[in-house]
């Protein structure tokens, strides 16, 4: 990766927080909503960076954070993907995605990604030896157009990617050099998973 290339960042945010109960986005953590932790992490390595919520959802942001939006509602984290991908400048070759109910993720980590996409189309974290589906990084053109075929077929899980491209998967070993508790993979499902 060269010093000149542009990265992006997708920060998906249109779930349901069905099993948290309520907005878990909006979730205060440390005083600030659980987002922005998401946000501060990738405005540490992406130039360009869009969050990506549902039809009728109260995201806000501002600065160098843009706003898109499902074109229909709750269709899944892949789709997500596809909206924030073709969202991002047309100068992005390179992308990191992550979800916006990660709020402990470690940039040097997203970096660690990033560099991993030398060899692969799609980079990924393994935890005990299972690739996870988020946070990735994924080179912006091929990953578009692996989301839209696997969309076009039906699918809608994240994962799905890991089979339809060239995939680097980072053993826990390199990638917890720069993150020894395993922050990064942490997500937020229900309120008993907050930190504390």
Do not use: N
């Not at 390595?45 to 509602?73: L, N, Y």
């Not at 969202?87 to 992550?98: E, I």
């Not at 970096?111 to 990084?137: G, I, K, N, Q, T």
């Amino acid at each position: 990766m060269t010093d000149t290339a542009r990265i992006g960042a997708v920060v998906l945010a249109g779930g349901r927080s069905s099993r948290f109960g309520k907005d878990k986005l909006a979730e205060p953590i440390h005083g600030r909503p659980m987002l922005e932790h998401a946000i501060d992490a990738v405005l540490a390595v992406a130039d360009d960076v869009v969050v990506v919520g549902s039809p009728g959802s109260a995201i806000q942001a501002s600065g160098r954070i843009r706003i898109v939006i499902d074109p229909v509602a709750f269709e899944g984290p892949l789709a997500g993907l596809a909206t924030g991908l073709r969202a991002l400048d047309g100068d992005v070759d390179r992308a990191v995605v992550v979800g916006g109910d990660m709020p402990t993720l470690v940039p040097a980590v997203l970096h660690r990604l990033l560099a991993a996409l030398d060899d692969s189309s799609l980079a990924v974290l393994a935890d005990d030896e299972r690739p996870r589906p988020m946070p990735l990084a994924i080179h912006r053109a091929a990953g578009l157009k692996a989301a839209d075929e696997l969309l076009a077929s039906g699918e809608r899980r994240l994962r799905a990617l890991l089979g339809a491209q060239a995939t680097t998967v980072i053993p826990a070993d390199s990638w917890r050099l720069d993150d020894p508790d395993g922050a990064t993979l942490r997500d937020i499902d229900l309120p008993e998973d907050l930190p504390r």
